[in-house]
């Protein structure tokens, strides 16, 4: 008689650009992994335990700046012999701890992307760009850093942008969002594309959570933008109302005094703000059953559910791996479609 193969998760480390063997992940207490969506830093943390304090202190001792390349592997999991492989990124030792008790080892260890303790996070600044492509700016700060630029967006001209007592990483990440666009840091890259949600829809029904909460809040909400300034060249005032066709029932109209050059301009700037300000309008999170294929960027539908009727986008995703047991959790904001 045949039995089913038990579907299972674990997780594969190569530390230094070396794979940590079998004899030190037995002893991998508890991995967890956290993946953001825009301009903040992914992180993991690892937590070894060895209970006689024979081995691990003797063969695997941590330093700050340590690389390490976690992979999540899902086997088993909706058919037989498949494997899902998911690859989380490079990271670099941050932190780590090592505790001895009662003659038990136990190594701490909290990583993040190696960019992130670089000056792209930790060095103020200040300098200003003119009549500048987005483009250049992100190009200026990543050849500063000597990182890789993944520009996977729409050129965008700035008037004037200042960079006024701020990191690149936080400078570069407001300007994004202002603009509409999504910051990612990962791989010793800088990354920037479009945040108006385009990502592959998946439909998630009752069978796929454990369970979810949802907050509405209507104190920040707005459901329309307003564009006036004084423009000295043309001597009059330059103004702009954008209202979009699924405006929130609540709300008040965003004043803005951005100067743009006309109003294909206006009606870019006005989306990109509103988008910004309204995405948290509804907010929801989930307990879901592990499933490989939702990662933050990823769309979800909901099967009728309470306030679940939107297309909601996944910002936060946690994977938490406990010994044998993988559990998944997500935060999500609304798609908003202007």
Known sequence: MLTQKTRR?????????KELTRDITQFIAKFEYTERL???????????????????????????????????????WYKEDEIHEVSLGEFEVDEFEIENSLGSQIISIKAVPALVNSSLAGQKKNRAWENVKLSAVAGDIANTQGVELLYQAKEILLRRVDQKNQSDLVFLAGVCRQNGLRLKVADNKIIIE????????????????CSFNVRVQSQDVYN??????????????????????????????????????NFAEAEQVAKARLREKNKKA?????????????????????????YLGETFIVSEMNYSLDGK????NLKLNLCLEY
């Open 9 to 17: 998760a674990y997780v594969r480390i190569l530390y230094k650009n």
């Open 38 to 76: 825009d301009g903040e830093a992914d992180d993991i943390s690892l937590s070894f335990l060895d209970k006689y304090g024979t081995f691990i202190y003797e063969h695997f001792l941590p330093d700050r700046g340590d690389t390490l390349i976690p992979t999540l592997y899902f086997e088993h």
């Open 194 to 209: 479009e945040s108006k949600e385009q990502e592959k829809r998946r439909i998630i029904t009752q069978s796929d959570y």
């Open 224 to 261: 329309g933008v307003h564009i006036k300034y004084y423009d000295a060249l043309e001597e009059k005032d330059f103004e702009y109302q954008f209202t979009p066709q699924n405006a929130p029932k609540v709300g008040k109209v965003l004043e803005l005094n951005d100067r743009v050059k």
């Open 282 to 306: 509804v907010e929801l999170t989930m307990k879901i059953y592990p499933n490989p294929f939702i990662r933050c960027g990823t769309r979800l539908e909901f099967s009728p559910v309470a």
């Open 325 to 328: 047991t993988l559990l998944q």
